[in-house]
């Protein structure tokens, strides 16, 4: 009986676990990855290579601990960090990819342009378009779509931002913060990525606000004793009712700064709103390191109002969008 083939999109995390689980389900596997290696968004490359998917920063470490991000079958080597940085989490990835022999699964190169349904569509064949060293035509009885949810940025619009006349860039673009040195920079967004950059830049630039629209829930990585948070909270949470666990991550991020000090309070449930995970935030606070704006705006030019920051860099650290 002829095998089913699948064909997967991306060779990030979740297209390793594709790979292995279909080879464990009897089924045939394809993957297509467009860069020269796996790894996905834990593949760094300084100029940030990867052209059409998601990338990161020189100074990322992950923000969910080593237990918490391993595979059930593979765990991290013991000598690895509670949090790893993204040269480790990329090389437990090669790691992985090597122990259950999925590189030659994997066509590197290849860029997905189109999926369709084959003409007439009986067995439920799927026409896969790519692009590699030459425009090619598959078919495939299955497709997984492991692409990410970081694929394409997405930047905000706002008053003032067309006329604007320094830079705006998006987070996707960030690496170092070496040509924010000595500028006024605004960093606008409340998820991880603005936390991690707006604390980094704070360390080198004039002056960093960041733009909050409700404020943030911010938590940090460990606990007393230095035990992961997210280790500790799944399992002090995973049989409490909703009230009590939603409590006990606020208490947590009020113990972890406060929030009414810094201007930092939210309304919004950390459920389905989010939070921010970092440890640097509440010192650079402390410090005027970076300093906050509870609403987005920008003037064409500087003014001389001494309440109106004078920018030069504004930085977009809003979520991305899925492929």
């Not at 990338?55 to 918490?68: A, D, G, P």
């Not at 970081?150 to 987070?171: C, D, E, I, N, W």
């Not at 960030?174 to 040195?181: A, N, S």
């Not at 629209?213 to 009712?241: E, F």
Request: aromatic share 10%; net charge positive.
């Amino acid at each position: 009986m002829e095998r089913k083939r699948v064909a997967i999109i991306g060779a990030g995390v979740s297209g390793l676990a594709a790979i292995k689980a279909c080879l464990e389900e009897g089924l045939e596997p394809t993957c297509f990855e467009q860069s020269e290696e796996i790894g996905g968004l834990w593949h760094y490359t300084d100029d940030g290579g990867q052209q059409h998917g998601a990338s990161m920063y020189k100074s990322l470490i992950s923000n969910v601990s080593r237990e918490m991000s391993c595979f059930s079958d593979f765990p991290f080597n013991t000598d690895t960090p509670p949090y790893p940085p993204h040269s480790q989490f990329h090389h437990y990835l090669q790691q992985y990819c090597n122990r259950f022999d999925l590189r030659k699964f994997i066509r590197f190169k290849t860029q997905v342009v189109k999926v369709q349904q084959a003409e007439g569509f009986v067995e439920g064949e799927w026409n896969v378009h790519t692009v590699g060293t030459e425009p090619c035509q598959h078919v495939f009885h299955a497709i997984m779509v492991c692409s990410g949810v970081h694929h394409r940025p997405h930047m905000s619009l706002f008053a003032g931002l067309k006329t604007f006349q320094g830079t705006v860039t998006h987070s996707r673009s960030y690496r170092t913060p070496d040509r924010f040195q000595g500028k006024t920079v605004l960093v606008i967004g409340a998820g991880n990525s603005a936390g991690d950059i707006a604390a980094e830049v704070g360390l080198t630039a004039s002056k960093v606000y960041l733009s909050l629209r409700d404020g943030v829930w911010i938590l940090p990585r460990l606990t007393h004793g230095a035990r992961p948070l997210d280790l500790s909270v799944s399992r002090a949470l995973l049989h409490a009712p909703d009230f009590v666990s939603r409590n006990y991550i606020k208490m947590l991020s009020r113990t972890h700064i406060n929030q009414a000090n810094y201007g930092l309070h939210r309304t919004k449930d950390p459920y389905t709103h989010g939070f921010m995970v970092n440890d640097e935030i509440p010192y650079r606070l402390a410090s005027g390191k970076v300093r906050l704006l509870a609403q987005i705006w920008v003037r064409a030019l500087p003014v001389d109002n001494a309440r109106t920051p004078r920018l030069y860099n504004s930085l977009g650290c809003t979520t991305p969008l899925p492929a």
